[in-house]
């Protein structure tokens, strides 16, 4: 079921299990845009509960599958609300699973950006991930760009983690990143652009929410291979 995460942001998590049994919680994250219509990135699987739960929250008119990796329920997500919009990133153009986008982040002016403004993380056309900030919560909302999970729920979990270099719960990038990174100081540069932006709160796809008066500067430390090449 849905959670509240703040005034007009809610989340749901899944427990998706990779090959080997390894297992992340995956957030799906909402947002009420101000015409009471309903903002939904990175989609999970949508069973009559969840279902249930939106729509007493309200209707879905945008769905966003963020970057090159959390697309797998994007098209279930649009058949529950073929009224809502798809946004995918660029990348997705290139997906096996090929969701019905309608419209491409970033080539697309999206009519609520006056709400939520997005960018990409450029020099990683990989992933092509896009990070969104909700003005009125003070609310920053990323995919894979950072992780935060404190508390694996087994031993292979924590062993991926590790070598992910995301383990001990900290707030970290995967060192994943260091790899498909094609242009350092571009990356760099787009993440000190998302740092302008005056976020109080972070919510991950994958572990614990960043909140308080720290968020900014502990993104900021977590980003520091990125920033040290802007």
Not at 14 to 27: L, N, P, S, V
Not at 67 to 83: E, I, M
Not at 124 to 129: A, R
Not at 160 to 185: C, E, Y
Request: hydrophobic share 40%; proline share 5%; with cysteine.
């Amino acid at each position: 079921m849905f959670q509240e995460i703040t005034k007009g942001v809610w989340h749901a998590t899944y427990d998706h299990t990779i090959t080997g049994g390894a297992q992340f919680k995956t957030r799906m994250t909402l947002v009420r845009l101000e015409d009471g219509t309903l903002w939904m990135h990175s989609p999970i699987p949508l069973d009559a509960e969840l279902v249930a739960g939106i729509d007493l929250i309200g209707e879905v008119r945008h769905i966003v599958a963020p970057n090159g990796f959390h697309d797998r329920y994007a098209a279930d997500a649009k058949q529950h609300y073929p009224a809502a919009k798809l946004w995918g990133s660029p990348v997705l153009r290139n997906s096996k699973e090929k969701p019905p986008i309608d419209a491409w982040l970033g080539e697309t002016e999206p009519p609520w950006s006056n709400e939520i403004q997005s960018m990409c993380i450029e020099g990683v056309p990989k992933v092509d991930e896009f990070v969104f900030f909700h003005r009125a919560s003070g609310t920053l909302i990323l995919t894979d760009l950072l992780f935060q999970i404190r508390y694996p729920v087994n031993a292979l979990t924590k062993t991926i983690l590790w070598m992910g270099g995301v383990h001990k719960g900290k707030l970290a990038q995967s060192r994943l990143w260091r790899s498909i990174t094609k242009d350092r100081a571009a990356a760099g540069k787009s993440v000190e652009k998302m740092l302008e932006w005056d976020f109080e709160r972070v919510v991950l796809a994958h572990g614990d929410f960043v909140e308080g008066d720290g968020a900014r500067e502990r993104t900021r430390e977590a980003l520091w291979w990125m920033l040290e090449a802007a």
